[in-house]
């Protein structure tokens, strides 16, 4: 069992900035590709960044390339998503997952495969 908690969520105006953690705890962190996702009222749970078990490979949905960072410190068991130039369509419930990996080179971002998955946290964005 893996259990992620995520936190840094919160209201923020058009073009501000969050720093979204989820912490993981229960088994090695390192054995894992980890991934961001979102999910706002009425829509699809959707992709929004992954990073490979040796944080040396990232991806990014279109839709937030450019102003979003995912990173990871494996020491901390910790993955991160420093979001910028946030936008009121960046508004959604964001979960942090994670999936048991072979490839330590590989980001996943489709949802299949994530096995575990944190409660989620709150991002809001203002106009």
């Known amino acids: 069992q893996v259990q992620l908690v995520e936190s840094g969520g919160g209201l923020v105006q058009t073009g501000g900035s969050l720093r979204l953690s989820c912490a993981a705890s229960?088994?090695?962190?390192?054995?894992?590709?980890m991934g961001w996702f979102r999910q706002a009222p009425g829509k699809e749970r959707e992709s929004v960044a992954a990073?490979?078990?040796?944080?040396?490979?990232?991806s990014y949905a279109d839709s937030v390339k450019g102003r979003c960072t995912i990173s990871r410190d494996n020491a901390k068991n910790t993955v991160y998503l420093q979001m910028n130039s946030l936008k009121p369509e960046d508004t959604a419930v964001y979960y942090c997952?994670?999936?048991?990996?072979?490839?330590?080179?590989?980001?996943?971002?489709?949802?299949?495969?994530?096995?575990?998955w944190g409660q989620g946290t709150q991002v809001t964005v203002s106009s």
């Open positions: 990073i490979s078990r040796n944080a040396g490979t990232t």
């Open positions: 997952a994670a999936k048991n990996a072979v490839l330590y080179s590989t980001a996943y971002t489709s949802l299949t495969g994530y096995t575990y």
């Open positions: 229960g088994r090695t962190f390192s054995n894992y590709a």
